[in-house]
């Protein structure tokens, strides 16, 4: 096996967990809040603590990245979330379910801006969009693998267990150490460049002679050089963040309202959830060669037309299943493809120095913004007893988060990091 595909599939594994833990989310509040009486704000309440959470990890992480290197933070992010997992099977009340779940967070958000930076720095320019949406696509396989945990365990063996199977990654840490060395970028700009060199020759990649002219800080991410990017950057992620945990944590609760029981929202959110493999693999197909706007402006503008037709199709006293399961997968598809290349365009942007600590803040406004679409959906329903209109925004906030990158984001399609992100330092 190459160097390039046991690197994939050592961070995509992380990736996968990481989607596992946090989508399992979705099932265990729906169970919970049945099983102690909660109202839809305070199920909704517990899901913000988690992506509270994941924004603060998200900010940091990339920050303590660029100073301590990709791998340790990328390892330690995943023991920290995969065991608080396990204890947030011991929670014994709302209150203690979301406080363990705001700690779970930390680790949940502060892995995936890190792992994104670190595959980024090894892909070969030719490929590197292919790449990360790759590594992203195993989102996909720990949604489905959640979706189908929530339709089976939960049922029948209650949601802590479900929760305690949600510590399985802790094991995957072993895997990591020996798989994934440091990024010979990181190694080069910290002035370690014997290091970065055996760690390119094994990795059989590109070595970079020196470090870079110009070494950035993190107050130029707001500087003239980037304030562009990083405004176009954080728009992005608050859109796809606020639409994404919005729909999809709260799915299993939201076709509750509409008559379906538990266990059939759980399978139904199994099938909508399968639809996002393809469309990461479409995104994959398309990156590299139409670019990385193109893609992500289609991606966003499809997500938002299914899930206004999802709107429609709830209108119904009983909706009819199939229709539920096709607008649903059109969102699944479009939305995750999108996820894909928004984690391959945010490490682009910035230079070697800085590049986990814009990915991270990226993600982390995002994720702050996003955190309060769970509690706003919540709100909704108890205004609105339904979720047509929740789809709806949703719809909207996709469709400007398109925008958005139509009219700020700058193509990156083949070009080096080095050319992507120094040489706009430098100028």
């Known amino acids: 096996m190459t160097f390039q595909r046991r690197l994939l599939l050592a961070a995509g594994g992380g990736w996968l967990f990481d989607a596992l833990d946090l989508l399992l989310v979705g099932a265990v509040v729906a169970a919970a809040g049945r099983e102690w009486g909660l109202s839809k704000p305070a199920v909704g309440a517990i899901i913000t603590a988690n992506l509270l959470g994941m924004f603060l990890g998200a900010a940091l992480s990339g920050i303590v990245a660029d100073r301590f290197g990709r ?123 014997a290091e970065a060199r055996e760690v390119a020759r094994i990795a059989g990649i590109a070595y970079e002679t020196k470090p870079p002219a110009v070494r950035a800080g993190l107050g130029d991410l707001f500087a003239p050089a980037f304030a562009r990017r990083t405004a176009m950057l954080w728009l992005l992620w608050i859109a796809l963040v606020f639409s994404y945990y919005g729909i999809f944590t709260w799915l299993p609760s939201l076709l509750g309202t509409k008559g379906f ?14 639809f996002q493999i393809p469309g990461y693999y479409a995104a994959a197909a398309l990156v590299d060669r139409l670019g990385r706007k193109a893609t992500l402006v289609t991606f966003l503008t499809c997500a938002a037309i299914g899930s206004f037709f999802f709107a429609n199709a709830t209108l119904a006293p009983s909706p009819s299943v199939v229709a539920v399961i096709a607008f649903g997968a059109v969102i699944a598809f479009f939305n995750l493809g999108a996820w894909g290349v928004t984690y391959t365009y945010t490490p682009e942007q910035y230079p070697t120095s800085i590049r986990a600590s814009g990915a991270g803040l990226a993600a982390g406004a995002g994720r702050l913004v996003g955190a309060f679409s769970p509690w706003l959906v919540g709100l909704m329903l108890n205004r609105f007893g339904a979720p047509y209109n929740v789809f709806v925004v949703f719809a909207f906030v996709m469709l400007a988060g398109a925008l958005v990158v139509l009219v700020l984001g700058e193509e990156t399609r083949g070009k080096s990091l080095e050319e992507l992100g120094e040489s706009q330092l430098a100028a």
Request: aromatic content about 10%; hydrophobic content about 60%.
């Open 71 to 193: 791998k340790a933070v990328f390892t330690w992010t995943l023991l920290a979330y995969s065991l608080l997992s396990g204890v947030s099977a011991l929670a014994w009340s709302a209150g203690a379910l979301a406080l363990i779940r705001f700690f779970a967070g930390l680790g949940l958000g502060g892995e995936l801006p890190v792992a994104s930076t670190l595959v980024s720095e090894f892909a070969p320019t030719a490929h590197r969009g292919r790449t990360i949406v790759m590594l992203e696509s195993f989102w996909a396989y720990g949604s489905v693998l959640a979706a189908l945990i929530g339709a089976v365990v939960v049922p029948a063996a209650g949601w802590r267990t479900a929760l305690l199977i949600g510590m399985l990654p802790a094991l995957y840490v072993f895997v990591i150490r020996r798989a994934i060395p440091e990024s010979p970028r990181y190694l080069l700009a910290q002035g370690r460049g």
């Open 261 to 274: 029981t538990l266990s059939e929202s759980l399978w139904l959110t199994l099938a909508i959830a399968i």
